[in-house]
């Protein structure tokens, strides 16, 4: 039997594994320089003033929403076809997740949906940056101009992505990215917040500790929660900092041979890049339709007993769950988002996956009849 592939597997070497000694050793094991020292170095990677760093990438969409005065009976309007934190994090807040469909070929909000969703108590867009796809940039900040909306976007898989050569964290008004285990860049768990606006920046900070002004202690002007970053985490974010252009070009390269490869086959649909977009492919993922020889589920199961790891991102809209249902919501309401749930699997794309790798994966989905 081949080696196993994996969906998804992090880049650690010696590095990473130096680092968190090394603040071992210190003993300072809570927020500390380092967290600063990486706030510094992701602002300046996204082209941003201020980054903020925290627990993890829900934290920050809970921060953001928070920073922005987004309370209880206000609406945030994102996407159902999304990981469940970014839903969630509205509902941390006491606010409503009004669902707008996605476009199929990027698998992001679709703008032309947006303004009929808007009311008066819509607060925010929440746009997410699908699969590291960046969200209709044009379209959507529009629509927040013209109605006075902030937009906070969902970046969790999409560092180095990029809309007419800003990269993803200076699009919208504040952006929030994850450093979970399988994003990619990461140290295993983390967030981080970025934005321009100093005031939104000062709100984060207090959020994530407490209420607690920066700089004292024990000194509380507001509400606030635990959401800080440990030194040890953020120690092994800056060594991924260091190879990040690396670690997307080489997504890129695995995209681009399965581009050349799989197009043309029918009932396979690859992955888009709009023009003037910059993909950093967090997952490669194809729709399997009805002219494809093998249903999508029995494909993930050929897949599998070659021992190459396909995932489904993701199976099930998020207005499917029970706890959002409370909203209203029913099967039925997002078309295309259902769709993508029955048609989407991810194969593997990350650094790790060798050229052999590639071939071998290629081999199999060619030889599907
Ligand atoms: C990973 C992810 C998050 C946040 O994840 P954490 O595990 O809390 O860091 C939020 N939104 C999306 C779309 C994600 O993929």
């Not at 006075?148 to 007419?164: C, M, R």
């Not at 260091?242 to 997504?251: D, G, I, P």
Request: proline share 5%; glycine share 6%.
């Amino acid at each position: 039997m081949e080696p196993k592939i994996q969906i998804s597997k992090p880049v650690i070497g010696k590095a990473e594994i130096n680092a968190v000694v090394k603040i071992l050793e210190s003993g300072n094991l809570s927020q500390g320089p380092v967290v600063k020292e990486l706030e510094r170095q992701f602002a300046e990677y996204c082209g941003a003033k201020y980054a903020i760093a925290l627990s993890n990438g829900t934290a920050t969409l809970h921060t953001a929403l928070y920073a922005l005065g987004i309370e209880e009976g206000d609406e945030v309007i994102t996407t159902p076809f999304t990981f469940v934190a970014t839903a969630n994090s509205i509902m941390m807040q006491r606010a409503k997740p009004v669902f707008v469909d996605i476009e199929p070929d990027t698998f992001n909000i679709d703008p032309a949906l947006i303004e009929k969703k808007i009311t008066k108590k819509t607060k925010a867009i929440m746009p997410v940056d699908l699969f590291g796809h960046p969200y209709d940039v044009k379209a959507v900040n529009k629509i927040a101009k013209d109605h006075g909306l902030f937009t906070v976007e969902d970046a969790a898989q999409s560092i180095g992505a990029e809309y007419k050569g800003k990269r993803t964290g200076t699009l919208a008004d504040i952006a929030s990215f994850s450093l979970y285990a399988t994003k990619n860049l990461t140290a295993g768990v983390g967030g981080m917040l970025v934005t321009n606006n100093k005031k939104v920046m000062e709100k984060c900070k207090l959020f994530r500790h407490h209420g607690q002004k920066e700089d004292t202690m024990y000194e509380y002007i507001e509400f606030g929660y635990n959401y800080r970053m440990m030194d040890m985490i953020a120690a092994i974010a800056i060594e991924q900092m260091k190879k990040a252009e690396k670690l997307t070009k080489q997504r890129q390269d695995n995209a681009a041979r399965y581009d050349k490869a799989l197009a043309g086959i029918p009932g396979l649909i690859l992955p888009n890049v709009k023009p003037g977009y910059k993909h950093v492919y967090h997952q490669y993922t194809l729709r399997i339709t009805e002219e494809f020889p093998m249903s999508r589920d029995k494909f993930v199961a050929y897949m599998e007993k070659h021992n190459v790891q396909c995932k489904i991102y993701y199976p099930k809209p998020l207005h499917m769950f029970p706890h959002i249902q409370e909203y209203g919501y029913k099967p039925g309401d997002f078309p295309v988002s259902e769709q993508m749930s029955r048609e989407v699997v991810s194969i593997p794309v990350h650094p790790l996956v060798t050229k052999e790798g590639i071939r071998r994966i290629i081999k199999l989905i060619k030889a599907i009849k």
